[in-house]
């Protein structure tokens, strides 16, 4: 289902990132553009990290496609089509209340410090999941499933 893409800014936790490959791959994504800072995807792993990645991406790690990206505000704004922020902090527009596109980039921010300003900045549209907990927001790889839960349920003409 690739008809949209999917951009992760600076992840900093390792098993964020294998559930979220688990999770682009149940929804039937094959890739990923990713801003590396932390070095968490690399050619080779060692022996913990590679069990890691079996047990808690089911393997789906390995068949997700990093695309590297190096110069993030360039990537993002030489982009063709629309870039959606997903918002942490409850400023943009509901997620249900949201229409995505074929031609959509959605940004997901690292987990500490979200999608810089000079990245949002670029963003044609931002979008939240609307939270009622005292919680400020939730983990990075549960918002990227949430999202495409509710990208795939839109696409199926439900939404």
Known sequence: MEWMKIFLYAPEDFKNLCVIARSLECF???HCCVYDPHQLIRQKYGKSYAQRIRTVSAGAF??????AVERPREFVGAFSGRRVAMDSNQNGVPL???SFLPSDLIIF???R???PPEITSLCDAMVTIPTVGLTQSLNLSVAVSIVLAEMGRYSQ???
């Open 109 to 111: 921010g690292s987990e």
């Open 96 to 98: 249900k209340k949201f």
């Open 62 to 67: 390995f068949l997700i496609q990093w695309e």
């Open 157 to 159: 003409g439900k939404g």
């Open 28 to 30: 039937g994504f094959t």
């Open 113 to 115: 410090s979200g999608i």
